[in-house]
Protein backbone atom coordinates (compact mmCIF):
# COMPACT_ATOMS: atom_id res chain seq x y z
CA UNK A 1 0.00 0.00 0.00
CA UNK A 2 1.23 3.15 -0.79
CA UNK A 3 2.39 5.94 2.01
CA UNK A 4 0.06 8.48 1.27
CA UNK A 5 3.36 10.98 2.26
CA UNK A 6 5.26 9.73 -0.31
CA UNK A 7 2.87 9.62 -2.85
CA UNK A 8 2.15 13.69 -2.56
CA UNK A 9 5.54 14.08 -2.61
CA UNK A 10 5.38 12.46 -6.13
CA UNK A 11 2.61 14.52 -7.60
CA UNK A 12 2.51 18.40 -6.26
CA UNK A 13 4.02 20.47 -9.47
CA UNK A 14 6.90 22.58 -9.06
CA UNK A 15 8.66 20.99 -6.39
CA UNK A 16 11.49 18.15 -6.45
CA UNK A 17 11.13 14.75 -6.67
CA UNK A 18 11.92 12.76 -2.85
CA UNK A 19 15.18 11.58 -3.55
CA UNK A 20 19.27 12.34 -3.94
CA UNK A 21 20.22 10.40 -6.96
CA UNK A 22 24.01 9.69 -7.94
CA UNK A 23 25.98 10.54 -11.08
CA UNK A 24 26.28 7.94 -13.54
CA UNK A 25 27.79 7.21 -16.55
CA UNK A 26 25.73 6.07 -19.93
CA UNK A 27 24.61 2.77 -19.86
CA UNK A 28 25.17 2.14 -23.49
CA UNK A 29 28.59 3.51 -24.39
CA UNK A 30 30.26 4.52 -21.30
CA UNK A 31 30.34 8.05 -22.17
CA UNK A 32 30.11 10.38 -18.98
CA UNK A 33 29.69 13.82 -21.46
CA UNK A 34 25.61 15.28 -21.33
CA UNK A 35 24.15 17.63 -22.90
CA UNK A 36 20.28 18.90 -20.69
CA UNK A 37 17.22 17.94 -22.79
CA UNK A 38 14.44 18.84 -20.17
CA UNK A 39 14.26 20.48 -16.74
CA UNK A 40 10.70 19.41 -15.84
CA UNK A 41 7.92 16.65 -16.66
CA UNK A 42 4.84 15.63 -17.25
CA UNK A 43 3.51 16.84 -14.20
CA UNK A 44 5.73 20.26 -14.20
CA UNK A 45 7.95 18.62 -11.42
CA UNK A 46 11.60 19.71 -11.30
CA UNK A 47 13.57 16.59 -13.36
CA UNK A 48 16.98 16.95 -14.81
CA UNK A 49 16.94 14.95 -18.13
CA UNK A 50 20.56 14.57 -20.41
CA UNK A 51 21.16 12.91 -23.35
CA UNK A 52 24.18 11.51 -23.39
CA UNK A 53 27.06 13.34 -25.93
CA UNK A 54 28.59 9.74 -27.02
CA UNK A 55 25.33 7.89 -27.91
CA UNK A 56 22.35 10.33 -27.70
CA UNK A 57 20.64 7.77 -25.14
CA UNK A 58 18.79 10.35 -22.65
CA UNK A 59 18.81 9.40 -18.42
CA UNK A 60 17.67 11.33 -15.75
CA UNK A 61 20.59 12.96 -13.87
CA UNK A 62 21.23 12.34 -11.72
CA UNK A 63 19.97 8.69 -11.62
CA UNK A 64 18.10 7.47 -8.64
CA UNK A 65 19.70 4.60 -6.94
CA UNK A 66 18.59 1.63 -6.45
CA UNK A 67 17.48 1.36 -3.31
CA UNK A 68 15.44 4.88 -4.01
CA UNK A 69 13.59 3.05 -7.27
CA UNK A 70 12.75 0.19 -4.76
CA UNK A 71 11.27 2.41 -2.55
CA UNK A 72 9.18 4.00 -5.49
CA UNK A 73 8.16 1.14 -6.65
CA UNK A 74 6.82 -0.06 -3.68
CA UNK A 75 5.02 2.96 -2.73
CA UNK A 76 4.17 5.25 -5.19
CA UNK A 77 4.55 4.19 -8.91
CA UNK A 78 1.19 1.81 -9.14
CA UNK A 79 -1.01 4.80 -7.60
CA UNK A 80 0.86 7.45 -9.26
CA UNK A 81 0.62 6.23 -12.78
CA UNK A 82 -2.12 3.55 -12.78
CA UNK A 83 -4.16 4.44 -10.11
CA UNK A 84 -3.59 1.20 -8.72
CA UNK A 85 -4.88 1.79 -4.88
CA UNK A 86 -6.18 -2.08 -4.03
CA UNK A 87 -5.14 -5.49 -4.34
CA UNK A 88 -6.16 -5.68 -8.01
CA UNK A 89 -5.30 -4.23 -11.13
CA UNK A 90 -7.73 -1.82 -12.40
CA UNK A 91 -9.68 -1.98 -14.79
CA UNK A 92 -8.47 0.26 -17.04
CA UNK A 93 -4.99 -0.91 -16.93
CA UNK A 94 -6.50 -4.49 -17.50
CA UNK A 95 -8.34 -3.44 -20.80
CA UNK A 96 -5.19 -1.67 -22.31
CA UNK A 97 -3.00 -4.93 -21.25
CA UNK A 98 -5.43 -7.03 -22.99
CA UNK A 99 -5.36 -4.86 -25.88
CA UNK A 100 -1.19 -4.53 -26.22
CA UNK A 101 -0.90 -8.43 -25.95
CA UNK A 102 -3.30 -9.56 -28.67
CA UNK A 103 -0.97 -6.52 -30.80
CA UNK A 104 2.09 -8.27 -29.77
CA UNK A 105 0.93 -11.49 -30.39
CA UNK A 106 -0.08 -11.04 -34.12
CA UNK A 107 3.03 -9.01 -34.26
CA UNK A 108 5.28 -12.58 -33.33
CA UNK A 109 2.46 -13.83 -35.63
CA UNK A 110 4.59 -17.51 -36.20
CA UNK A 111 7.21 -17.33 -33.58
CA UNK A 112 4.19 -17.80 -31.07
CA UNK A 113 3.92 -21.72 -32.56
CA UNK A 114 2.80 -24.35 -30.18
CA UNK A 115 5.43 -25.13 -28.23
CA UNK A 116 7.38 -22.28 -28.73
CA UNK A 117 8.84 -21.48 -25.22
CA UNK A 118 8.09 -17.58 -24.44
CA UNK A 119 10.12 -15.10 -21.48
CA UNK A 120 8.06 -12.35 -21.15
CA UNK A 121 10.23 -10.03 -19.25
CA UNK A 122 8.12 -7.03 -17.14
CA UNK A 123 5.15 -9.41 -17.54
CA UNK A 124 2.70 -7.07 -15.19
CA UNK A 125 -0.57 -8.72 -14.98
CA UNK A 126 0.04 -11.81 -17.52
CA UNK A 127 -2.45 -10.49 -20.34
CA UNK A 128 0.59 -11.38 -22.80
CA UNK A 129 1.23 -14.93 -20.55
CA UNK A 130 -2.46 -15.67 -21.28
CA UNK A 131 -2.06 -14.76 -25.05
CA UNK A 132 0.78 -16.65 -25.78
CA UNK A 133 -0.01 -19.47 -23.54
CA UNK A 134 -3.53 -19.58 -25.56
CA UNK A 135 -1.51 -20.53 -29.07
CA UNK A 136 0.11 -23.19 -27.30
CA UNK A 137 3.30 -21.76 -26.42
CA UNK A 138 5.10 -22.74 -22.87
CA UNK A 139 5.51 -19.48 -20.88
CA UNK A 140 7.28 -18.02 -18.05
CA UNK A 141 6.93 -14.21 -16.87
CA UNK A 142 9.33 -11.94 -14.63
CA UNK A 143 7.56 -9.75 -12.63
CA UNK A 144 8.98 -7.85 -9.64
CA UNK A 145 5.93 -6.49 -8.30
CA UNK A 146 4.48 -9.09 -5.86
CA UNK A 147 0.96 -8.08 -6.44
CA UNK A 148 0.47 -7.82 -10.47
CA UNK A 149 2.67 -10.98 -10.24
CA UNK A 150 0.29 -12.52 -8.14
CA UNK A 151 -2.76 -11.81 -10.12
CA UNK A 152 -0.98 -13.11 -13.05
CA UNK A 153 -0.94 -16.21 -11.18
CA UNK A 154 -4.15 -16.26 -10.34
CA UNK A 155 -6.15 -15.38 -12.96
CA UNK A 156 -4.36 -16.80 -15.64
CA UNK A 157 -2.64 -19.40 -13.66
CA UNK A 158 0.90 -18.44 -15.29
CA UNK A 159 4.07 -19.41 -14.23
CA UNK A 160 5.61 -15.93 -12.74
CA UNK A 161 9.88 -15.38 -11.06
CA UNK A 162 10.38 -12.05 -9.31
CA UNK A 163 13.92 -11.42 -11.02
CA UNK A 164 15.74 -12.91 -13.73
CA UNK A 165 18.34 -14.61 -11.90
CA UNK A 166 15.26 -17.08 -10.58
CA UNK A 167 15.36 -19.43 -14.12
CA UNK A 168 17.59 -21.80 -14.29
CA UNK A 169 20.91 -21.13 -15.53
CA UNK A 170 20.64 -23.35 -18.39
CA UNK A 171 17.07 -22.06 -19.58
CA UNK A 172 16.12 -20.68 -22.69
CA UNK A 173 13.35 -19.68 -24.49
CA UNK A 174 12.32 -19.57 -28.84
CA UNK A 175 10.52 -15.90 -27.70
CA UNK A 176 11.81 -13.57 -25.60
CA UNK A 177 9.39 -10.36 -24.95
CA UNK A 178 10.26 -6.38 -22.98
CA UNK A 179 7.48 -4.48 -23.44
CA UNK A 180 7.54 -0.94 -22.33
CA UNK A 181 10.32 -1.95 -19.36
CA UNK A 182 13.64 -1.01 -20.28
CA UNK A 183 12.77 2.41 -19.95
CA UNK A 184 12.47 1.98 -16.31
CA UNK A 185 15.64 0.54 -15.78
CA UNK A 186 18.83 2.13 -14.48
CA UNK A 187 21.04 -0.85 -16.51
CA UNK A 188 18.89 -1.15 -19.39
CA UNK A 189 21.35 -2.44 -22.02
CA UNK A 190 23.12 -4.60 -19.86
CA UNK A 191 19.69 -5.96 -19.07
CA UNK A 192 19.39 -6.95 -22.87
CA UNK A 193 22.36 -8.51 -23.18
CA UNK A 194 21.33 -10.69 -20.49
CA UNK A 195 17.92 -11.40 -21.92
CA UNK A 196 19.49 -11.99 -25.48
CA UNK A 197 21.76 -14.57 -23.34
CA UNK A 198 18.46 -15.99 -22.84
CA UNK A 199 17.46 -16.69 -26.24
CA UNK A 200 17.61 -20.00 -28.20
CA UNK A 201 19.46 -21.10 -31.88
CA UNK A 202 17.21 -19.09 -34.42
CA UNK A 203 14.65 -17.43 -31.48
CA UNK A 204 13.58 -13.84 -31.73
CA UNK A 205 13.77 -11.27 -28.77
CA UNK A 206 10.73 -8.33 -29.28
CA UNK A 207 11.40 -4.98 -27.49
CA UNK A 208 9.19 -1.72 -27.13
CA UNK A 209 10.17 1.30 -25.63
CA UNK A 210 8.04 4.90 -26.35
CA UNK A 211 9.93 6.57 -28.65
CA UNK A 212 11.62 10.25 -27.24
CA UNK A 213 11.35 11.73 -30.79
CA UNK A 214 7.72 11.18 -31.33
CA UNK A 215 6.17 13.87 -32.45
CA UNK A 216 2.28 15.14 -31.13
CA UNK A 217 2.68 16.15 -27.64
CA UNK A 218 4.41 18.58 -26.27
CA UNK A 219 8.34 17.70 -25.47
CA UNK A 220 8.19 17.86 -21.21
CA UNK A 221 4.86 15.46 -21.70
CA UNK A 222 7.40 12.83 -22.44
CA UNK A 223 9.40 12.47 -19.57
CA UNK A 224 8.22 11.61 -15.90
CA UNK A 225 9.81 9.77 -12.65
CA UNK A 226 9.77 6.31 -14.13
CA UNK A 227 11.46 6.66 -17.03
CA UNK A 228 14.67 7.31 -15.65
CA UNK A 229 16.12 6.24 -19.73
CA UNK A 230 14.48 7.74 -23.02
CA UNK A 231 14.95 5.94 -26.65
CA UNK A 232 14.61 6.82 -30.14
CA UNK A 233 15.10 4.52 -32.65
CA UNK A 234 18.85 5.48 -33.10
CA UNK A 235 19.70 4.43 -29.42
CA UNK A 236 17.14 1.23 -28.94
CA UNK A 237 19.24 -0.53 -32.43
CA UNK A 238 22.84 0.52 -30.95
CA UNK A 239 21.39 -1.01 -27.44
CA UNK A 240 20.16 -4.20 -29.32
CA UNK A 241 23.29 -4.55 -31.23
CA UNK A 242 25.32 -3.98 -27.88
CA UNK A 243 23.09 -7.57 -27.13
CA UNK A 244 24.41 -8.79 -30.34
CA UNK A 245 20.92 -8.52 -32.27
CA UNK A 246 19.46 -6.85 -35.55
CA UNK A 247 15.72 -6.13 -36.63
CA UNK A 248 14.60 -8.83 -38.01
CA UNK A 249 13.70 -8.87 -41.58
CA UNK A 250 10.44 -11.22 -41.33
CA UNK A 251 8.80 -9.10 -38.98
CA UNK A 252 7.16 -5.64 -39.49
CA UNK A 253 8.95 -2.77 -37.77
CA UNK A 254 6.37 -0.22 -35.59
CA UNK A 255 8.38 2.74 -34.35
CA UNK A 256 10.39 2.04 -31.59
CA UNK A 257 8.61 -2.05 -31.48
CA UNK A 258 10.93 -4.18 -32.94
CA UNK A 259 11.66 -7.87 -33.29
CA UNK A 260 15.49 -8.78 -33.45
CA UNK A 261 16.99 -11.78 -34.50
CA UNK A 262 20.86 -12.73 -33.55
CA UNK A 263 23.04 -10.91 -35.43
CA UNK A 264 25.43 -12.03 -38.22
CA UNK A 265 28.37 -10.94 -40.52
CA UNK A 266 25.86 -9.16 -42.96
CA UNK A 267 24.10 -6.99 -40.81
CA UNK A 268 24.88 -3.43 -40.61
CA UNK A 269 28.05 -2.03 -38.62
CA UNK A 270 27.27 -0.07 -35.54
CA UNK A 271 28.07 3.62 -36.10
CA UNK A 272 27.16 5.71 -33.51
CA UNK A 273 25.03 8.80 -34.23
CA UNK A 274 27.72 11.46 -32.80
CA UNK A 275 25.34 14.32 -33.31
CA UNK A 276 21.97 12.84 -31.92
CA UNK A 277 22.45 14.69 -28.57
CA UNK A 278 22.19 18.02 -29.86
CA UNK A 279 19.81 17.13 -32.13
CA UNK A 280 17.36 15.60 -29.37
CA UNK A 281 18.09 18.86 -27.04
CA UNK A 282 17.00 21.10 -29.43
CA UNK A 283 13.84 19.06 -30.48
CA UNK A 284 12.97 18.70 -26.70
CA UNK A 285 13.49 21.98 -25.37
CA UNK A 286 10.55 22.82 -23.89
CA UNK A 287 8.65 25.97 -23.02
CA UNK A 288 9.42 27.37 -19.42
CA UNK A 289 6.76 25.61 -17.04
CA UNK A 290 5.38 28.73 -16.17
CA UNK A 291 4.72 29.93 -19.61
CA UNK A 292 3.25 26.63 -20.61
CA UNK A 293 0.58 26.50 -17.61
CA UNK A 294 -0.61 30.19 -18.80
CA UNK A 295 -0.81 29.03 -22.39
CA UNK A 296 -3.46 26.41 -21.24
CA UNK A 297 -1.47 24.17 -23.30
CA UNK A 298 -1.72 21.88 -20.91
CA UNK A 299 -5.22 21.21 -20.88
CA UNK A 300 -5.28 19.25 -23.98
CA UNK A 301 -3.19 16.61 -22.99
CA UNK A 302 -4.58 16.45 -19.07
CA UNK A 303 -8.23 15.94 -20.50
CA UNK A 304 -7.11 13.17 -23.30
CA UNK A 305 -5.43 11.29 -20.75
CA UNK A 306 -8.01 11.37 -18.29
CA UNK A 307 -10.79 10.30 -21.45
CA UNK A 308 -8.56 7.65 -22.17
CA UNK A 309 -8.37 6.10 -18.49
CA UNK A 310 -12.45 6.32 -18.56
CA UNK A 311 -12.61 4.90 -22.23
CA UNK A 312 -10.23 2.16 -20.66
CA UNK A 313 -12.19 1.48 -17.46
CA UNK A 314 -15.41 1.10 -19.57
CA UNK A 315 -14.24 -0.85 -22.41
CA UNK A 316 -15.84 -4.19 -23.23
CA UNK A 317 -13.48 -6.93 -22.69
Known sequence: MSSPLHLVRHVVPFT?????????????????????????????KQLRSVACTGCGLIRTDPMPSAA????????????????????RPPRHHLHRSRREARFRADLLGPALRPGARVLDFGSGSGEFLAAARGQGCEVTGIEPGRTYAAYARDEHGARVLDRLDALAPDAVFDVVTVHHVLEHLRDPVDTLVRLAGRLAPGG?????????????????????FAHVHGFVLQTLDRAARRAGLAPHPAYR???TRVVYRQANASDAP??????????????????????????????????RRNAKAIRDTFAAR
Open 68 to 87: ELDAYYASAYRAAYQFALGR
Open 16 to 44: RYPYRGEAMACNLCGDTGTLVVAETDRRL
Open 253 to 255: RED
Open 204 to 224: VLYAAVPNMAATGKPPHERFH
Open 270 to 303: DVPATDLAQTLAAALAPLRPGAYLASGAWLRPMI
